[in-house]
């Protein structure tokens, strides 16, 4: 069982816009503002696309945003493309056991 | 550009013992902590094990406290990952990872994996 709870799998038509969401407690989300999201695709590795929260790492698209909310945060992506079929993954600092904690993924799939 | 290059994975028996190696470029690798990261087949991802720039500080998830061990080489500019009494449920791609925007606390740099398949 992950530290994170995300939701198994999400689809939209393309052009739409959707929210994954993400969460957890006040040991990782809700007491740093350090969540971060990870995309997927099959075979690959994981491509950071959010850091601390709400910001993009460069050639990242704005069709892309984060925000937090108390113990969850949330993956916003707009105007989907068939490229964003993916798996995404949150992930936060904690103050458990280990430093950083992730989510169980969220397989996107765009209709 | 950063680059991190995995090697040393493969297949190993239960109780066994495998080397992991992280080939890193690219950056000022003496100031940088890095990490590992696993993905099991199918599953999500875990952090496994980090370590600071000087690599006096180590840290691991509770899985592997005892059994594997991170260290670093600045003259080869590579991180390893020494694994002992590897069990099935160690069986992952395992990712080297380091932070690097804003607070650091991402992994915004990611090696291409490498497969560790625990099985006889």
């Known amino acids: 069982q992950s530290a ?12 739409q816009s959707i929210a994954i969401s993400c969460t957890g407690s006040s040991s990782d989300i809700g007491g ?4 971060s999201w990870y995309q997927q695709h099959p075979g690959k590795a994981p491509k950071l696309i959010i850091y ?5 790492p460069s050639g990242v698209s704005n069709r892309f945003s984060g925000t937090k909310s108390g113990n969850t945060a949330s993956l916003t992506i707009s105007g989907l493309q068939a490229e964003d079929e993916a798996d995404y993954y949150c992930s936060s600092y904690t103050s458990g056991s280990s430093p950083w904690v992730f989510g ?3 397989k996107l799939t765009v209709l | 550009e950063v680059q991190l290059v995995e090697s040393g994975g493969g297949l190993v028996q239960p109780g066994g013992s495998l080397r992991l190696s992280c080939a890193a470029s690219g ?3 003496s100031t940088s902590w890095l990490n590992w990261v696993r993905q099991a087949p199918g599953k999500g991802l875990e952090w ?12 691991y998830v509770d899985s ?4 594997f061990t991170i260290s670093r080489d600045s003259a080869k500019n590579s991180l390893y990952l020494q694994m002992n009494s ?3 449920e160690d069986t992952a791609v395992y990712y080297c990872a380091k932070g690097g925007l804003g607070s650091g606390f991402s992994f915004a740099y990611w090696g291409q994996g490498n497969l560790v398949t625990v099985s006889s």
């Open chain 2, 86 to 88: 590897v069990r099935a």
């Open chain 2, 64 to 67: 592997v406290k005892g059994r």
């Open chain 2, 27 to 29: 950056f000022d690798f």
């Open chain 1, 52 to 56: 601390d929260v709400t910001n993009r």
């Open chain 2, 48 to 59: 496994v094990a980090n370590i600071n720039e000087e690599g006096s500080e180590k840290y």
């Open chain 1, 104 to 106: 169980g993924g969220t």
């Open chain 1, 32 to 35: 740093y503002d350090y969540v």
């Open chain 1, 4 to 15: 994170l709870t995300q939701p198994a799998s999400v689809s939209e038509s393309p052009g």
